[in-house]
């Protein structure tokens, strides 16, 4: 109940800021993010492509409830892959991995943009905002934390993801690597090319398997695993990072976290 007290009274001041014609458009959301009392973090999957025009509201969607929520507890990752992506093994812009495309199939995307909050279902964008409220109000089932050391010389990435149980969980454990601010070409709804968009935390690769390695842990039990991951020369480091979670086929995503590479 305090959540959502808490919810009700920061929208409210929401609509009191718009309603003050002298406060400037990029100072509107300053005072925004919402003190968030829980330790659950929210994973929105984004599947785009930069062909599709509409899909950039769908990033405006991502940014509105980051300003909301804050990023800390706000972790997104855009999946490119489909008919309207360009593909980066033939195209040195394009941003469809071939892993990317086997999630866009395997989850059965055929329209863009859409997505999975938690993974509980395909959603249009519109429909984001309220499943992420509804998932902040869930008990996390454990915490994650990454620790990330970046081998500049030969260019890997050592990362170690610690999971503390907060109760009894079976699911999977994911580990991908996100680049952030890529500026690529995107197809904006006007219908005009941007060709210095900035595509915001782009999905690159799979850490572990692409569909995570199983994971089962009882309350109050802590468990490290260690990766090892050598970087595409092509990325940039100061905009890559970690993302983990745990999910399984009942409860979804039942933890996220996401940590910088240096």
Known sequence: MKFKATLLLTLLLILFIYSCDDISEENRFSVIPLPIETSKKVLIEDFTGQLCHNCPYAAETIRDIQRLYGEDHIIAVAIHGGDLS?????????????????????????????????????????????????????????????????????????????TEAEQDFIGKLQIWLTEDSVCCPQIMPDGEIDGFYLHRHVFRASVNAPYGDDISMTAGSR????????????????????????????DGVLQAEKAKCK
């Open 223 to 250: 468990q490290t695993v260690c990766y090892e991951y050598q970087l595409n020369d092509m990325w940039d480091t100061s905009q890559l990072y970690v993302v983990a979670f745990i999910y399984n086929d009942s």
């Open 86 to 162: 360009i593909d980066e093994t033939t195209n040195p812009l394009g941003l469809a991995t071939p892993q990317g495309t086997a999630y866009q199939r395997y989850w059965g995307v055929n329209h863009w943009p859409c997505g999975m909050v938690d993974r509980k279902g395909i959603l249009e964008h519109t429909s984001w905002s309220g499943m992420v409220t509804q998932r902040l109000q869930e008990s996390p089932q454990a915490t994650i934390s990454i620790a990330n050391i970046l081998d500049t010389e030969n260019n890997r990435l050592k990362i170690d993801v610690t």
